[in-house]
T-cell receptor, first 112, second 111 residues
Framework: DSGVTQTPKHLITATGQRVTLRCSPRSGDLSVYWYQQSLDQGLQFLIQYYNGEERAKGNILERFSAQQFPDLHSELNLSSLELGDSALYFC???????????FGSGTRLTVV | DQQVKQNSPSLSVQEGRISILNCDYTNSMFDYFLWYKKYPAEGPTFLISISSIKDKNEDGRFTVFLNKSAKHLSLHIVPSQPGDSAVYFCAASVGGNQFYFGTGTSLTVIP
């Protein structure tokens, strides 16, 4: 157990729908990062939050949004889902600085 | 634009031999590099890191080499063990914040 908890582990939904992925960071970590891993792709950075505020944005679609709550858990909202959104979505947390990330085990989203 | 590239999608090595995984990057501002290991159905786990002030970092069987002029880093695993079979990702950052990941290399260690 890495200490980063992601729910749900699996999600199957239809095109056009909206889903919410949840992440609880490791205790003491203030930063949360969301990554997407599609088939044959590396980990694509989506967005970072630090202590409740958006810190950095990567290749995140406008249909996607995220937030970090006062208790530091984060949610990634994916709307108007398309088949191409099917992927593994990873959350990672860190204390900040050059300590690297601790990843959760991911949420596998399948859009049918 | 892929700033971190792992050009070998897969690698097979005999148990006991050396595994060499390669990674290239394009951004000369990157100053901190990590290697992650990923087993199926699990999230990536941190393996080893190196900062740009060093050219080598060693941790047990794992050694990472950094060639800044070539914008290249490599991970050496000696000796390779079947339990090392996994996908390995390299990642790079400026200042240790947002990390850019490569596409991964799937290592198979043959007993």
């Amino acid at each position: 157990d890495s200490g980063v908890t992601q729910t749900p582990k699996h999600l199957i939904t239809a095109t056009g729908q909206r889903v919410t992925l949840r992440c609880s960071p490791r205790s003491g970590d203030l930063s949360v990062y969301w990554y997407q891993q599609s088939l044959d792709q590396g980990l694509q950075f989506l967005i970072q939050y630090y202590n409740g505020e958006e810190r950095a944005k990567g290749n995140i679609l406008e249909r996607f949004s995220a937030q970090q709550f006062p208790d530091l858990h984060s949610e990634l909202n994916l709307s108007s889902l398309e088949l191409g959104d099917s992927a593994l979505y990873f959350c990672a947390s860190s204390m900040g600085g050059s300590y690297g990330y601790t990843f959760g085990s991911g949420t596998r989203l399948t859009v049918v | 634009d892929q700033q971190v590239k792992q050009n070998s999608p897969s690698l097979s090595v005999q148990e006991g031999r050396i595994s060499i995984l390669n990674c290239d990057y394009t951004n000369s501002m990157f100053d901190y590099f990590l290697w992650y290991k990923k087993y199926p159905a699990e999230g990536p786990t941190f393996l080893i890191s190196i900062s740009s002030i060093k050219d080598k970092n060693e941790d047990g069987r794992f050694t990472v080499f950094l060639n800044k002029s070539a914008k290249h880093l490599s991970l050496h695993i000696v000796p390779s063990q079947p339990g090392d079979s996994a996908v390995y990702f390299c990642a790079a950052s400026v200042g240790g914040n947002q990390f850019y990941f490569g596409t991964g290399t799937s290592l198979t260690v043959i007993p």
